[in-house]
């Protein structure tokens, strides 16, 4: 399996949310990792996992991943409004990116987390994506 398509997986749903402008004028930032004293609001992109179900000369890939939005604590309608955007924009995107057409892409479910230590609240979603190799596209 080719760990690089994850990379470009991850960059396109970046530039997927980075360039909604409803959602850029919402978060102050979108991580890839880890965060550690992030600003408030911002979007986290995590994979969590990528299967290989590639057969013959056929690449496809199972990935899971989530996207979660982080809150002050009385900024609750906001992730919901976030959620709701991200939920349309992700559905709307454009599927090809690096080789790689986006087969489907899915919404699994919602999960909330109210601040425990009454700072931040957390909006995940998580998805499933299911990406092809574009057939007769070579790596350069």
């Known amino acids: 399996m080719s ?20 959602i850029a004028d919402s978060v102050k930032k979108i991580y890839f990792g880890v965060v550690q004293d992030g600003k408030c609001p911002f979007l986290l992109i995590n994979i969590i996992k990528a299967d290989d179900l590639s057969r013959h000369r056929e690449s496809i890939y199972s990935v899971d991943f989530q996207i979660s939005a982080y809150a002050k604590d009385h900024n609750y309608q906001l992730l919901m409004r976030l959620a709701d955007k991200i939920v349309a924009v992700l559905a709307a995107a454009d599927s090809y990116f690096a080789g790689y057409v986006i087969a489907g892409i899915r919404a699994n479910d919602l999960q909330f987390e109210k601040a425990k ?24």
């Open 3 to 22: 760990l690089t398509f994850i990379h470009d997986f991850q960059s396109k749903l970046y530039s997927v949310l980075s360039n909604d402008q409803e």
């Open 117 to 140: 230590d009454l700072v931040m609240n957390k909006l995940t979603i998580n998805y499933k994506a299911l990406i092809k190799k574009e057939v007769g596209y070579e790596l350069s």
